[in-house]
Structure formats: structure tokens, C-alpha cells
């Protein structure tokens, strides 16, 4: 049976038709689906139980649940979402005083095998539906609520998986949750990030693409970076920077670099230069993460690093955040994420 969910409003409107109902049970189901954010059939309580028998009979709601949730000593909340068909992915919670942001996964496992990443290890699984993007934020917000007394600020989509690699889904439900139709959220306060594939940005640009856009750079020298992060190995410096243009001159939006800094490996005042170059061309903020520790080997830059990186950047006017490292203790940290651990 298909899920509810999965098909187009004109065929739910031609399914109400034929089966006698009238038309603007169509609206109520709808808002009931994405406004609502209803998991099951039970939930939708202005719909008669003879139409919900009639849906019962040839739809289902391929659910996602929250499988456990654990709370970090700041706050932070990490959940493990069971698919329908057993598969498993995190989100998580991250409140400070006046936001909560939720990070959602885009993919079961990532393709991508950044080296520093625990996700990675996983593999490629397979990639979510829009519904299971939107399943996420719905069940955090409610979480939310009970935990902090303030639904979800922001989303991130800086879980499992790249994004621009599940682009039709992630669009999708980029549009669930900003339209009027479904949460309304305004698209400032979503961001998308990506490894950088600029076929992928170039596409965001000419869809009117209104989130923001972080890029994981991470290295600002070419060849190393290929080292770092082996999916670049396809793509030049070149072709992502042109890309990145391309997406500010049809947006007008800066676009947010983050850098992880690797203790000696590329947090150099050297690395900071060659950054500097990299952004050169294009209007940025660059967010400077502390390495959370994974299996990979690599170490968090010692303080001293970090100050002279940020000195120098500062000292050529470019926007710089320190990004420290939020819900470590229960895993839950950028690059932590890994199938139910
Ligand atoms: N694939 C997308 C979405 C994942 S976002 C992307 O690459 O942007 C997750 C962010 O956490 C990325 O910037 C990623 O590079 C970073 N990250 C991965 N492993 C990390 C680690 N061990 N410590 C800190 N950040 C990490």
C-alpha cells in the first residue's frame, strides 16, 4: 500500500472524488498532514471515521519513530529515528537561550567517506524520503516543547548524509517546511550544508533556493583537501568557486564556509592564508568547528593554533565564528553521527 504522503495532491483530490467525498476534505487532510505534522490516521480528528476507514483501505503512513533519546549533561538532545523498513538515523537538539536548532539527516549513511567523519563508516544505505526529512522535525518539535518550552528555531541539515545528493527530497521537504501549506517556517532560518558539489549549488541557484548555504570546506589547499575529503577528487577548486559565484550573484546571499581545524594539519597561519584566498572572490562568514573526536586519528587544534588562525582572518575583515562543540558526551556532536550508537 502507498503511503498517504507519497502522493500528489491531485491524486488524493481525484481518490475523494471518487469515492463520493466532497472537496474540501481534501484542505483538512492536508493540513492535517503537513500543518499538523499527523503521524497516523487517529490523529486526524475532524475526519469522519467513514472516510478514514476509506483511506485506511488504500493508504497506509509508513512511520517514523523516535527509537531512544538521549540528553546531553548541556542540553543537547540526540535522537535515533527507526524507518519503517528498520533503517536508522539521527537528529538532533541543540538549545541555547534564545534558539533551539534542530540538525536533520538527509540520507541513511553518507557515500561520502570524509576521513574525519564517523558517519562515513556507515556507507551509502539509501536516501530518505521527503516525508522521513519532514517526520524528523515534526517529532523533534514536539520534543522540543516538552524539553525546553520552545519549539524548534532553526534547522540545520547537517545530519547524516549529503544533501545535494538527495536533492529532489531535501527540496521537498525544504518546501514542506517553509510553505504556508505545511510549518511556515521562514527559509532564513534553515540551512543547507553541503560537501560542495557544484553541479548541485548551481542547481540550488537557478530553483530559487532561499535557505542559507554552508559549504564544507575544511582545507583551502586543493590537493590536501582531495586527501581529506576523497569525493572532491572530481572537482577543482575552480569549479566550485565559480559555483559559488553563480549562487551569490542569483541570490545575494553570503555563504557560510566551515572549516574543521585539525591539530597540524591544517590549522597553520600558512592554512589561514591560503583560506583567505579561497574566499577572496566571494562573500562569506566562515565558521571555525572544533574537531570532535572519531575514530579517524585526527585532533582537535590546540587554542593557541586557534587564536592565530582567527587573528589572521580577522585581520583581513572576514566575518569569523568559533562553532564549539555542542552534545559530545552522548555522540551527538558534528561527525559523531553513526547508525545507533
Ligand atoms: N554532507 C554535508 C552535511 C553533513 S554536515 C556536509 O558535508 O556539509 C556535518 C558537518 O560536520 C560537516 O561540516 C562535516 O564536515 C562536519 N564534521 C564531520 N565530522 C566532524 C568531526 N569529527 N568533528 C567536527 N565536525 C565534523
Not at 40 to 46: V, Y
Not at 199 to 211: H, S, T
Not at 266 to 282: G, Q
Request: proline letters at 3%.
Amino acid at each position: 500500500m502507498n503511503d498517504l504522503r507519497h502522493i500528489t495532491s491531485d491524486e488524493l483530490a481525484t481518490f475523494l472524488v471518487e469515492n463520493g467525498e466532497k472537496k474540501f476534505r481534501l484542505g483538512q487532510i492536508e493540513d492535517w498532514l503537513w500543518k499538523k505534522g499527523a503521524q497516523n490516521f487517529d490523529e486526524m480528528r475532524n475526519i469522519s471515521t467513514d472516510l478514514k476507514k476509506k483511506l485506511q483501505g488504500n493508504f497506509t503512513f509508513f512511520n517514523t519513530q523516535i527509537e531512544t533519546m538521549v540528553q546531553s549533561q548541556d542540553g543537547t538532545a540526540k535522537f535515533i529515528f527507526l524507518l519503517h523498513d528498520g533503517q536508522r538515523i539521527e537528529g538532533v537538539l541543540i538549545p541555547t537561550e534564545t534558539r533551539v536548532t534542530a540538525c536533520i539527516s538527509s540520507q541513511v549513511g553518507c557515500a561520502l567517506r570524509c576521513s574525519f567523519c564517523a558517519t562515513g563508516t556507515m556507507g551509502f544505505i539509501r536516501n530518505l524520503h521527503f516525508t522521513e526529512i519532514f517526520d524528523q522535525f515534526i517529532l523533534m518539535n514536539r520534543k522540543s516543547q516538552e524539553l525546553y518550552n520552545q519549539t524548534i528555531t532553526n534547522i540545520v541539515y547537517m545530519g547524516m548524509g549529503e544533501p545535494l545528493m538527495n536533492y529532489e527530497n531535501v527540496m521537498r521537504s525544504i518546501d514542506l517546511l517553509t510553505s504556508p501549506k505545511g510549518q511556515g517556517l521562514s527559509p532564513s532560518r534553515i540551512t543547507l550544508s553541503t560537501v560542495g558539489i557544484s553541479m548541485g549549488i548551481r542547481r540550488l541557484a537557478d530553483d530559487g533556493f532561499k535557505p542559507d548555504l554552508a559549504l564544507s570546506l575544511h582545507c583551502a589547499d586543493e590537493v590536501k583537501r582531495r586527501r581529506l575529503m576523497p569525493v572532491t577528487e572530481h572537482q577543482t577548486f575552480e569549479m566550485l568557486q565559480d559555483s559559488l559565484q553563480y549562487f551569490h550573484q542569483k541570490t545575494g546571499k553570503r555563504i557560510t564556509i566551515e572549516y574543521l581545524l585539525l591539530k597540524n594539519w591544517n590549522d597553520s597561519v600558512n592554512d589561514a592564508k591560503r583560506l583567505f584566498h579561497f574566499c577572496r572572490p566571494i562573500p562569506v562568514k566562515i565558521n571555525l568547528i572544533e574537531y570532535n573526536s572519531t575514530d579517524s586519528g585526527f585532533e582537535r587544534s590546540p587554542e593557541e593554533h586557534v587564536r592565530q588562525f582567527v587573528d589572521f582572518l580577522e585581520s583581513k575583515n572576514l566575518i569569523v565564528n568559533i562553532r564549539h562543540s555542542r552534545g559530545q558526551d552522548i555522540a551527538a556532536a558534528c561527525g559523531q553521527l553513526v547508525k545507533g550508537k
